[in-house]
């Protein structure tokens, strides 16, 4: 159960749409959504914690930009066993999705990571990291391409037009975090009628992204989220494979979306 959130945040989907005017985004500022998370292995199959992202806007001296956070915590009982504590921070521009900086400090059993990445022009990212007791390391990376931190790239996406793409269709982005950059591929799985626990049916997207293998995957799994068919293009609900069973995340509650939830059947 490592890195629950960077599960859930991981969605990846294709650059060159990315870039939007404010006002043709599927996100406006005072937007929350709240998602549980289940984890299934063997006779298990229980929700142990939650994952809030929000969405403020601010200014600065010269343009107005979003905060975007992201708060999973385990629910108390489930703190004995493996505790979880998770913050994310990310501050880009709406028009054209650009990042400016990227803060997380997660707790996650005995794993303890602290990034703290600043976007500069010419695609160069500054990046200060700390991992357990570690000091900081600092690093600093020229990006071939546009690059995202985790959270930029979660609403990044939703800016994304599905409705016209061809099922099989792969994609790929780039994101950094913990000093590296990685980059990766989704695969568009077209349309499906999809029913979330405690919130309904609904007409969704499918896509299947390619985990990153390390010490939370085993490097083969998929990590696949349902999107809402709509112009909110919410994520519904995630699933993936770890080493250990498997975490489901579902969204529950939800606030100030931009447009009506056409997508909900019933």
Sequence with gaps: MKRLLSLIVILLLNVESFAQKESQQA?????????LLRYQWASINTDVGDVIFTLDQ?????RSFYVARATGKSFK????????????????YPD???????????????????????????NRIKASYKKREAPFR???????????????????????DFSTKNIGEASKASFAIDGKIYSIRYIY????????????????????????SGHAFKGSENITIWISADENKVPLQIE???????????????????????????
């Design 189 to 212: 799985n077209g349309s499906e009628v999809k029913k979330v626990s405690g919130l309904g049916i609904f007409n969704t997207y499918r896509i299947e992204v390619k985990a990153v």
């Design 27 to 35: 996100f406006g500022p005072g937007e929350r959504l709240r998602y």
């Design 77 to 92: 009982f489930y703190d004995i066993f493996f505790k979880v504590r998770d913050y994310y921070e990310s501050r880009f």
């Design 96 to 122: 054209g999705m650009i990042p400016i900086y990227f803060h997380r400090d997660v707790l996650e059993g005995k794993y303890r990571m602290r990034n703290h990445i600043y976007f500069l022009k010419d």
């Design 240 to 266: 993936t494979p770890i080493q250990v069973g498997n975490v489901m995340a579902r969204l529950i509650e939800f606030s100030n979306l931009k447009y009506p939830l056409k997508s909900k059947i019933k």
């Design 58 to 62: 601010m200014k600065d001296s010269s």
């Design 138 to 160: 600092d690093t600093l990376h020229k990006a071939e391409t546009k690059t995202f931190d985790l959270l930029s790239l979660v609403y990044a996406i939703r800016n994304d």
